[in-house]
């Protein structure tokens, strides 16, 4: 028994300061790479939702429930924020007779906010939406807008979107940045300027890509979209 009593040591002061040290340089070595996961976690979280807000105006259109429909982007320095809004089909007629209405860099003006018949912002209503994103932006300042129907017929895009079919985003909590090829005297472009891109078709097939700078395209070309 005097034995047992005389091996039973505790933790001398030396040996406890050593494993406090011990976890103090785990915890500074793991703490940047924890962060920047749970970060990487939220920006996809909200990738996810301004997806959300393209896929469910759209399914809208195709349920019939509006005819035309607008993907509202606003974008500041502080913020991003992005609003669905929908026309049915008699304010659709009623607009169709309208000349300005026809003529496609009018039709989805995002300044105009009375043809709506539900707008995200003021209609209590699941089938529009409002959402602030805190975690992404995009590459443009100010209001830019898509608009979708249902065969395509209607189809129609404010200036920033002309000639593309794409929404870039990027997670960093600032404006996107060119990828820019160091080893070129005039800074060519080589990349997208943004990590994640929202792409659709001019009927509404919505899909969210991130870049990926080692995907092969040819033998001269790497980089590419990759669906998520």
């Not at 785990?26 to 896929?55: C, H, Q, T």
């Not at 169709?96 to 209590?124: H, K, L, M, Y």
């Not at 129609?156 to 000639?163: A, E, I, N, P």
Request: glycine share 8%; proline share 2%; aromatic share 8%.
């Amino acid at each position: 028994m005097q034995a047992l009593v005389k091996n039973n040591k505790g933790f001398t002061t030396l040996e406890v300061i050593v494993v406090l040290c011990i976890v103090g340089i785990i915890s500074a070595i793991s703490y940047p790479a924890l962060d920047s996961w749970n970060k990487g976690r939220e920006v996809k979280a909200d990738m996810l939702k301004a997806v959300g807000i393209f896929d469910n105006i759209n399914s809208q259109v195709q349920r019939g429930l509006y005819s035309f429909v607008q993907v509202l982007i606003i974008s500041s320095e502080n913020k991003l924020e992005i609003v669905s809004r929908g026309m049915s089909a008699d304010t659709l007629g009623d607009q169709i007779s309208n000349d300005n209405f026809r003529v496609a860099a009018n039709r989805c003006d995002p300044e105009n906010d009375d043809i709506w018949d539900d707008d995200g912002r003021t209609t209590q209503r699941p089938e529009v939406g409002r959402v602030e994103f805190k975690n992404i932006t995009t590459d443009f300042t100010g209001n830019e807008a898509v608009c979708f129907s249902k065969d395509g017929r209607w189809y129609s895009t404010s200036d920033h979107f002309v000639g593309t079919n794409s929404l870039e985003l990027n997670g960093e909590g600032g404006f996107c940045d060119d990828h820019l090829d160091p080893e070129d005297e005039k800074a060519v472009e080589i990349g997208p300027q943004c990590e994640y891109r929202i792409a659709w078709s001019r009927f509404g097939n919505i899909k969210l890509e991130k870049w990926n700078e080692r995907k092969k395209i040819s033998d001269e070309e790497t980089g590419g979209w990759i669906a998520q």
